[in-house]
């Protein structure tokens, strides 16, 4: 009986033929049913695979962000400012002598955040993490969209969401109106842009608040959040990462109004998480009124442009501090 031989299956060439035969037909269907992956490739608005200077967010905070952070972020900056919206106004651009990256997410909790960290601390590039500590942060947890429920590849080519921002990187128009992310190579989101248009009126809020019995209003803590941020230290800690955190200055008037009540017991929760290595404060004592007592630094119980710009003085000269080996790591 002839010797069958088998090589010609198993031997390099038919081996890589075959690889390239299937790589090309996967192209193909994928050009077919996703005409916009081609842009999204060239364009490359999230520096997935490129290093061709800064990159802005079109729209879909979540999203950008979650992509930037894999690559574009690491490579570039020195550490990241992340929270809430509480957080998401704070221009790094006024913080100097940090290169930080403003990672916050309008409206995120501290498992996205966590989720939204992960790419960037694990790059093993970053100096600092700046935590804005919240309630907000810890009040649910899980994700809030889809946006974090496919993988990096499915989302930066395959999405519908990405062919709507390969067409603006390749057009240079705003997706949104008014333009929130002009100038968001660092991550700012000038949602003040928003607040301007509604002509909100703090003071009106805060007269309303001041007819409230104090304390008459409460916040939740889910310990699944207070978990959450445990996992973001953590996650900084073995990363080599230096933790600064900070509880984000409420208003004075919010402040009785809502937080006072159940401000000790949060406090508690989240001092727990820290160690003498971290460098941790609270925003929310006399030392700061200049910002909480200040009817201009707000918009609703945000920060506006003002206060947030006092704000990033107040992280900057912290930072400053550290890099001059003076900063208490002390509450």
Same mark, same amino acid.
């Given at each position: /009986?002839?010797?069958?031989?088998?090589?010609?299956?198993?031997?390099?060439?038919?081996?890589?033929?075959?690889?390239?035969?299937?790589?090309? *037909?996967?192209?193909?269907?994928?050009?077919?049913? #996703?005409?916009?992956?081609?842009?999204?490739?060239?364009?490359?608005?999230?520096?997935?695979?490129?290093?061709?200077?800064?990159? %802005?967010? !079109? *729209?879909?905070?979540?999203?950008?962000?979650?992509?930037?952070?894999?690559?574009?972020?690491?490579?570039?900056?020195?550490?990241?400012?992340?929270?809430?919206?509480?957080?998401? #106004?704070?221009?790094?651009?006024?913080?100097?002598?940090?290169?930080? !990256?403003?990672?916050?997410?309008?409206?995120?909790? +501290?498992?996205?955040?966590?989720?939204?960290?992960?790419? +960037? +601390?694990?790059?093993?590039?970053?100096?600092?993490?700046?935590?804005?500590?919240?309630? !907000?942060?810890?009040?649910? &947890?899980? =994700?809030?969209?889809?946006?974090?429920?496919?993988? !990096?590849?499915?989302?930066?080519?395959?999405?519908?969401?990405?062919? %709507?921002?390969?067409?603006?990187?390749?057009?240079?128009?705003? /997706?949104?109106?008014?333009?929130? =992310?002009?100038?968001?190579?660092?991550?700012?989101?000038?949602?003040?842009?928003?607040?301007?248009?509604?002509?909100?009126? =703090?003071?009106?809020?805060?007269?309303? /608040?001041?007819?409230?019995?104090?304390?008459?209003?409460?916040?939740?803590?889910?310990? %699944?959040?207070?978990?959450?941020?445990?996992?973001?230290?953590?996650?900084?800690?073995? #990363?080599?990462?230096?933790?600064?955190?900070?509880?984000?200055?409420?208003?004075?008037?919010?402040?009785?109004?809502?937080?006072? &009540?159940?401000?000790?017991?949060?406090?508690?929760?989240?001092?727990?998480?820290?160690?003498?290595?971290?460098?941790?404060?609270?925003?929310?004592?006399?030392?700061?009124?200049?910002?909480?007592?200040?009817?201009?630094?707000?918009?609703?119980?945000?920060? #506006? %442009?003002?206060?947030?710009?006092?704000?990033?003085?107040?992280?900057?000269?912290?930072?400053?501090?550290?890099?001059?080996?003076?900063?208490?790591?002390?509450?």
């Amino acid at each position: /009986m002839p010797r069958l031989n088998f090589s010609i299956l198993t031997s390099e060439r038919p081996l890589r033929l075959l690889a390239w035969g299937i790589g090309a *037909t996967w192209l193909a269907m994928l050009l077919i049913t #996703n005409s916009h992956v081609p842009a999204a490739i060239r364009h490359d608005p999230f520096g997935l695979w490129s290093d061709s200077g800064p990159r %802005r967010i !079109y *729209t879909d905070e979540r999203a950008s962000k979650y992509l930037l952070a894999k690559r574009y972020v690491p490579e570039n900056f020195d550490g990241v400012l992340m929270g809430p919206s509480y957080s998401a #106004n704070i221009d790094p651009g006024h913080i100097e002598g940090t290169r930080l !990256y403003n990672l916050s997410i309008n409206g995120g909790n +501290a498992y996205e955040l966590k989720h939204v960290f992960e790419p +960037a +601390a694990s790059s093993g590039r970053l100096k600092y993490l700046v935590l804005c500590l919240h309630p !907000y942060i810890v009040k649910e &947890s899980g =994700f809030k969209t889809k946006t974090f429920g496919t993988t !990096y590849l499915e989302l930066a080519l395959l999405s519908r969401q990405a062919g %709507r921002i390969a067409a603006a990187a390749s057009s240079g128009r705003s /997706m949104e109106q008014p333009d929130i =992310f002009a100038r968001s190579e660092a991550g700012w989101h000038d949602f003040d842009q928003v607040k301007d248009l509604e002509q909100i009126d =703090f003071r009106a809020r805060v007269a309303g /608040m001041a007819r409230n019995v104090p304390g008459s209003q409460s916040f939740h803590v889910d310990p %699944r959040g207070v978990q959450d941020v445990r996992d973001i230290v953590a996650l900084a800690r073995s #990363n080599n990462i230096r933790v600064f955190a900070f509880y984000f200055p409420n208003d004075i008037w919010s402040f009785e109004a809502i937080y006072r &009540s159940g401000w000790d017991a949060f406090r508690r929760d989240m001092d727990a998480i820290f160690g003498p290595e971290d460098v941790v404060w609270d925003m929310n004592t006399p030392d700061y009124d200049f910002i909480r007592a200040n009817l201009d630094a707000y918009s609703d119980g945000h920060l #506006n %442009r003002t206060g947030a710009r006092l704000t990033a003085k107040v992280l900057q000269d912290r930072l400053a501090a550290h890099q001059a080996g003076s900063a208490p790591s002390t509450r």
